[in-house]
């Protein structure tokens, strides 16, 4: 697991992610990386910036493939319960295995919301810090079993088995929610 976090520390201090991210607004860590559960290289970030434009996103879109030279990527405008929200994701091999980042510039309130989420998780495993380890392990499980990403589970459907569903292990979260 630490692994992971250097991997994503790496990417956003040494080869200038976070720095490159301030020029455009305030950027947060969010996801599996704020809580502490990351399961793999993935990395979640929110922008703070209610005025990004087109050209904006030719400027960072310029960085991120100058920089991190990704085997995928994929920028976008689009519009998200009715607000607009910016996108740029990407998948580099720089660091000699996968890794993956998503970056969105959202207004302050979806932040705040994300962030009270992230705060809130992190305070349920103060309380019970063995959640840590069976949000992970149930993560990890479903990566191996290749139902963890785009239209199949996310990282949101674990918490909300473990947090509000009492859910313990991989297989009681696949006895409870299927298969997709």
Request: proline share 2%.
């Given at each position: 697991?630490?692994n992971?976090k250097?991997?994503?520390?790496q990417?956003?201090?040494?080869f200038?992610?976070?720095?490159e991210?301030?020029?455009?607004?305030?950027?947060?860590?969010?996801?599996?990386?704020?809580?502490d559960l990351?399961a793999w290289?993935?990395l979640d970030i929110?922008?703070?910036?209610?005025?990004?434009t087109?050209?904006?996103l030719?400027e960072?879109?310029?960085?991120?493939?100058n920089?991190f030279?990704?085997?995928w990527?994929?920028?976008?405008k689009?519009?998200?319960?009715?607000k607009?929200?910016w996108?740029h994701?990407?998948?580099?091999?720089?660091?000699?295995?996968?890794?993956?980042?998503?970056?969105?510039?959202f207004?302050?309130?979806?932040?705040?919301?994300?962030?009270?989420?992230?705060k809130n998780?992190k305070?349920?495993l103060?309380?019970?810090?063995e959640?840590?380890?069976?949000?992970?392990?149930?993560?990890?499980?479903?990566?191996?079993n290749?139902?963890?990403?785009?239209?199949?589970?996310s990282?949101?459907?674990?918490?909300?088995?473990?947090?509000e569903?009492?859910v313990?292990?991989?297989k009681?979260f696949?006895?409870?929610y299927?298969d997709?």
């Open positions: 697991m630490d992971y250097n991997n994503a520390d990417l956003l201090y040494d200038g992610l976070l720095n991210l301030n020029n455009y607004g305030t950027p947060y860590s969010v996801g599996s990386y704020a809580m990351m290289n993935d929110c922008v703070s910036n209610e005025s990004m087109t050209e904006k030719y960072l879109t310029s960085f991120i493939l920089t030279h990704p085997v990527y994929e920028a976008k689009d519009v998200i319960d009715g607009t929200a996108f994701g990407f998948e580099t091999e720089i660091l000699g295995e996968l890794c993956n980042v998503d970056i969105w510039f207004d302050n309130d979806t932040i705040t919301k994300s962030l009270d989420f992230s998780i305070q349920k103060l309380f019970n810090p959640l840590k380890e069976i949000v992970i392990n149930i993560k990890q499980s479903l990566i191996e290749e139902q963890y990403g785009f239209d199949k589970f990282s949101m459907d674990v918490y909300k088995a473990v947090f569903d009492n313990r292990s991989y009681g696949t006895e409870k299927g997709k």
